[in-house]
């Protein structure tokens, strides 16, 4: 599942995959691959991630890892500028760009997977510049401006590392069962919309029903079906509000084969029926 942005920019190039925008606020839990930083431009926000509750004000900083859930809470009129650098292809990412140990510590859940840097922190005025020279390059795109954004996304990971916002873990056991999650999770994000199963994604991956119900139950704090139903509902509202569709095609293009359970789905999930959420 990726960011959603609004007026976001193109990816730098297919390896890099630096992409800038605003992000959208809304109460949805967010699960995607790419890692982000994030610039509160104006007002302020709550967010809920990894069982630990923080507050964002404006001109923070903040990192969130890959594949982490998190939502966001307490909206106070905030702007969110994003920059995100996808990790779906980490290896092509590595060779490029980032070390294999710090990819491997990302990708894998072993680091700390949330940090907020404030004004007057030693590394926040070389952040908060480098975060501003990005979204330039990016938007503008003058010659050779990747190079610009690959020294300033260096330089951010370097003060993430250096300053010890973001720690690299050393718990193997907990390592294994990040790869384990991201074997499960990648299959479903590729098969949510087929009536994907337990059983079916057990034998995909070579992981018990068991574990694999485990799994999200201790890392992402939620069921195997809540999941695969919050992959779905947000892809219904997806086509709902950028195709003209029948709602009925949607369901069944969003792995829903009964509508009126997709319709309750969807209006607890939501706050509204379908037809209201495509109106509004």
């Given at each position: 599942?990726?960011?959603?942005?609004?007026?976001?920019?193109?990816?730098?190039?297919?390896?890099?995959?630096?992409?800038?925008?605003?992000?959208?606020?809304?109460?949805?839990?967010?699960?995607?691959?790419?890692?982000?930083?994030g610039?509160?431009?104006?007002?302020?926000?709550?967010?809920?991630?990894?069982?630990?509750?923080?507050?964002?004000?404006?001109n923070?900083i903040?990192?969130i890892?890959?594949n982490?859930?998190?939502?966001?809470?307490?909206?106070?009129?905030?702007s969110?500028?994003?920059?995100?650098?996808?990790?779906?292809?980490?290896?092509?990412?590595?060779?490029?760009?980032?070390p294999?140990?710090?990819?491997?510590a990302?990708?894998?859940?072993?680091?700390?997977?949330?940090?907020?840097?404030?004004?007057?922190?030693?590394?926040?005025?070389?952040?908060?510049?480098?975060?501003?020279?990005?979204?330039?390059?990016?938007?503008?795109?003058?010659?050779?401006?990747?190079?610009?954004?690959?020294?300033?996304?260096?330089g951010?990971?370097?003060?993430?590392?250096?300053?010890?916002?973001?720690?690299?873990?050393d718990?193997?056991?907990?390592?294994?069962?990040?790869?384990?999650?991201?074997?499960?999770?990648?299959y479903?994000?590729?098969?949510?919309?087929?009536?994907?199963?337990?059983?079916?994604?057990?034998?995909?991956?070579?992981i018990?029903?068991?574990?694999?119900s485990?799994?999200?139950?201790?890392?992402?704090?939620?069921?195997?079906v809540?999941?695969v139903?919050?992959?779905?509902?947000?892809?219904?509202?997806?086509?709902?509000?950028?195709?003209?569709?029948?709602?009925?095609?949607?369901?069944?293009k969003?792995?829903?084969?009964?509508?009126?359970?997709?319709?309750?789905?969807?209006?607890?999930h939501?706050?509204?029926?379908?037809?209201?959420?495509r109106?509004?």
């Amino acid at each position: 599942m990726g960011l959603e942005l609004s007026n976001s920019t193109s990816a730098s190039n297919s390896v890099f995959r630096v992409v800038c925008g605003e992000m959208v606020i809304n109460g949805n839990q967010n699960l995607h691959n790419e890692a982000v930083f994030g610039y509160v431009r104006a007002g302020s926000l709550g967010i809920n991630i990894d069982d630990q509750s923080e507050v964002l004000s404006e001109n923070d900083i903040y990192f969130i890892s890959p594949n982490r859930r998190y939502r966001f809470t307490e909206n106070r009129d905030a702007s969110v500028d994003i920059i995100s650098l996808n990790f779906s292809n980490a290896s092509a990412v590595s060779q490029d760009y980032i070390p294999q140990s710090i990819i491997r510590a990302l990708v894998n859940g072993n680091c700390s997977s949330f940090a907020i840097v404030s004004p007057g922190e030693s590394s926040y005025s070389f952040m908060q510049s480098a975060f501003a020279d990005i979204k330039r390059a990016e938007t503008e795109k003058q010659d050779f401006f990747q190079l610009q954004v690959y020294s300033k996304m260096y330089g951010l990971f370097y003060e993430l590392f250096a300053n010890k916002h973001i720690r690299i873990l050393d718990v193997e056991m907990r390592s294994k069962k990040y790869r384990a999650l991201l074997r499960v999770t990648n299959y479903i994000d590729k098969h949510y919309c087929d009536g994907v199963s337990l059983e079916e994604v057990a034998e995909a991956t070579g992981i018990s029903r068991y574990y694999v119900s485990h799994l999200f139950k201790e890392l992402m704090n939620n069921t195997f079906v809540g999941y695969v139903n919050e992959l779905r509902l947000n892809h219904a509202a997806l086509l709902l509000v950028t195709t003209d569709s029948p709602i009925i095609e949607i369901a069944s293009k969003s792995g829903f084969n009964n509508l009126s359970n997709f319709n309750r789905a969807f209006k607890m999930h939501f706050g509204k029926t379908p037809s209201a959420y495509r109106k509004g």
